[in-house]
């Protein structure tokens, strides 16, 4: 009957352990639903202790039935140490493992709210996790008696070879961490890199960015090269963007009369064009002013992306030569005079001109007979 009795008590233990961390875990689990409910961010936790804190109850119970056994029975220590160091490795792996979920849940939810998108939070998650686990794999070994210096020191080794044999792609998926974290081209953007590539943007990988131009062809720059070069990005801080379009007329013309024209001309062509937008108005500048043969004005106007100014300033060169016909406002062209000379310096007439006078006699120079000539000229007597 003794050994009974000697396992009556750590039955009792068990099950009192049980109940209490059940308790416990229900009230625990109530009031980070309350508290979540309040917006700070606990459901997340809870979602992710829900199901590991069964584990946790149990072994919590059972680690101190173990010690009631350890000190009213007559098991071999050994027996109950090694009971001990399982338990504690259960505990171990288990809170590693919730910990990572956690963790992986946390840097979701910030990425969303900071809106870094799908590729940024995917990698934070899974490098968020891989620490938790690797922490928690020494921890583990640590418990278990296994000496963890020689594998932290291979891992330093082979992690410094890996770094130096993967330095060129360690470089691209850095840089492409930077260009998804800092965002200065977004997926549907147009943007221009270094002045060479020029195109929407249709992919920002972890290791190229894919470009797509207007011919449309892809062109693929290496997430190190877009990190180091000047962009401008057409659709920051938004799509809409200001069309310059310059008109030149005579000499003469009313400026007055020309602003009101191209204005008018704008507003109409705003409510029929695709892309010309009616708000902010277009208006006039006489600018850059006085030419060399013209006045110059510069039609200011909005287009609602950049590819739409290609469009928009087809209609209106359209529109406005029209309607400056119309008006009777002359557009002027450059005229250049051309003199032409012979090679003795006379100059050429032009057609219908008068003729050019030639040179006097005195002008002209007697010039000695060659060789050859005077046998030509000899020749040419006797034909004679």
């Avoid at 920002?204 to 693929?220: D, E, F, I, M, Q």
């Avoid at 938004?238 to 003469?252: F, T």
């Avoid at 012979?342 to 002008?363: I, K, N, T």
């Avoid at 007979?369 to 046998?375: F, K, P, R, S, T």
Wanted: hydrophobic content about 50%; charged content about 20%.
């Amino acid at each position: 009957m003794a050994p009974m009795w000697d396992l009556l008590w750590p039955g009792v233990a068990l099950v009192v352990g049980v109940a209490v961390t059940l308790a416990l875990r229900a009230a625990l689990l109530a009031g980070l639903r309350r508290w979540s409910r309040a917006g700070n961010g606990l459901a997340a936790f809870a979602d992710a202790i829900r199901l590991p804190s069964l584990l946790w109850a149990l072994v919590l119970a059972l680690y101190v039935a173990v010690e009631v056994a350890t000190e009213v029975t007559r098991l071999p220590r050994r027996l109950t140490q090694q009971l001990g160091v399982a338990l504690e490795a259960a505990i171990i792996l288990s809170v590693t493992l919730t910990a990572a979920g956690v963790v992986g849940a946390l840097v979701a939810r910030a990425g969303e709210r900071r809106a870094l998108g799908v590729a940024v939070t995917g990698l934070g998650q899974t490098a968020a996790r891989l620490l938790v686990l690797v922490v928690g794999g020494l921890v583990l070994l640590g418990a278990l008696g296994i000496e963890i210096t020689p594998i932290l020191t291979a891992l330093g080794v082979g992690g410094l070879a890996v770094a130096l044999a993967l330095q060129d792609t360690l470089s691209n998926l850095f840089a492409g961490l930077h260009l998804l974290a800092d965002r200065p081209i977004r997926v549907g953007d147009y943007v221009k890199i270094a002045d060479a590539v020029e195109g929407y943007v249709v992919d920002v990988g972890w290791r190229s960015t894919r470009v797509r131009t207007l011919p449309n062809t892809v062109v693929v720059v290496p997430n190190k090269k877009v990190a180091e070069s000047i962009i401008t990005n057409y659709d920051l801080p938004e799509s809409r963007m200001a069309l310059l379009l310059p008109v030149s007329v005579a000499y003469g013309t009313d400026p007055d009369r020309v602003e009101a024209v191209l204005t008018e001309e704008a507003r109409k062509a705003a409510g029929q064009v695709p892309g010309l937008l009616a708000e902010p108005a277009p208006f006039v500048r006489f600018i850059p002013g006085f030419g060399a043969y013209s006045l110059d004005f510069t039609l200011v106007c909005q287009v609602a992306t950049f590819v739409d100014q290609y469009l928009v300033q087809h209609e209106l060169r359209k529109r406005i030569l029209r309607r400056l016909a119309a008006e009777g406002i002359e557009i002027p062209y450059p005229v250049r005079t051309v003199e032409l000379r012979a090679g003795d310096g006379a100059r050429l007439a032009a057609p219908g001109a008068a003729p050019a006078r030639p040179p006097g006699p005195e002008s002209v120079e007697p010039r000695p007979l060659a060789h050859g000539d005077e046998q030509r000229q000899g020749q040419a007597h006797q034909q004679g």
